[in-house]
């Protein structure tokens, strides 16, 4: 079957420290890829999207995501996080354009320390 | 824009009883997502569908879970009866339905539900 991990499932730096969280995916056809994040209290929100072209891409608040194909990753980069940051991180996948299908992985509880 | 919005917020049942949940989507969206998030894990899709029709539910245990989305707007779960592993909080999401696979879902505040 086809899955998403993030390994990292807990995460404490500190500010203006550099952020990288881990998604991988078990799949080798086409794949649509987001990021969500929910802040304490907060619903889940879109931090990222990629569909195709560059596979560098650019979120809201400073996040950006890199797509390697032959890794079948989809890691999320920040290059100084800030205490707000403090959330837990989604990676989901759309597999094979299956619809509006999303399978999301396990979370990243990511605390920043002021 | 209002959101999403999901009812109640908070719910405790014991196991064997019934339980429904409420759904408003975003106005003018299409598609309707319901998801299970059990503590320490990702939502996961149970049921998804396209105005008033099922998409997908393949996912969705139907001997205990129903939903339905009526009118092709609001939309209900309902678990009956429920189980201790049914303790999760209950996701909806919306999404215009008009760009496929690429189409952004937005989500509720959710239903935190407890079986006893």
């Known amino acids: 079957a086809q899955s998403v991990s993030q390994h990292n499932h807990h995460v404490i730096l500190s500010e203006a420290a550099s952020l990288e969280l881990g998604c991988n995916y078990s799949?080798?056809?086409?794949?649509?890829l987001f990021w969500y994040v929910q802040y304490p209290g907060q619903h889940l929100q879109l931090l990222l999207k990629?569909?195709?072209?560059?596979?560098l891409v650019k979120g809201i608040k400073g996040f950006e995501a890199e797509f390697i194909k032959s890794k079948f990753s989809f890691n999320l980069r920040k290059p100084s996080v800030q205490w707000s940051d403090t959330a837990e991180y989604f990676c989901?996948?759309?597999?094979?354009?299956?619809?509006?299908?999303?399978?999301f992985g396990g979370g990243t509880r990511l605390m920043v320390k002021p | 824009e209002a959101g999403v919005a999901q009812s109640p917020r908070y719910k405790i049942i014991e196991k064997r009883q019934s339980v429904a949940f409420w759904c408003n989507p975003i106005?003018?969206?299409?598609?309707l997502y319901w998801y299970q998030q059990i503590l320490g894990q990702g939502p996961k899709l149970l049921i998804q569908?396209?105005?008033?029709?099922?998409?997908?539910d393949s996912q969705l245990p139907k001997d205990r879970f129903s939903a339905e989305r009526l009118k092709g707007v609001d939309s209900t779960l309902k678990i009956q009866p429920a189980k201790l592993e049914d303790s999760a909080v209950y996701l909806c999401?919306?999404?215009?339905?008009?760009?496929?696979?690429?189409?952004?879902?937005?989500f509720g505040p959710g239903t935190r539900l407890t079986v006893l």
């Open positions: 799949y080798g056809g086409t794949v649509n």
């Open positions: 989901a996948v759309n597999f094979n354009n299956a619809g509006n299908m999303l399978t």
């Open positions: 106005s003018g969206h299409a598609t």
């Open positions: 569908f396209q105005n008033n029709g099922v998409v997908d």
């Open positions: 990629y569909f195709s072209g560059d596979p």
């Open positions: 999401a919306s999404s215009l339905g008009n760009r496929g696979s690429t189409d952004t879902q937005y």
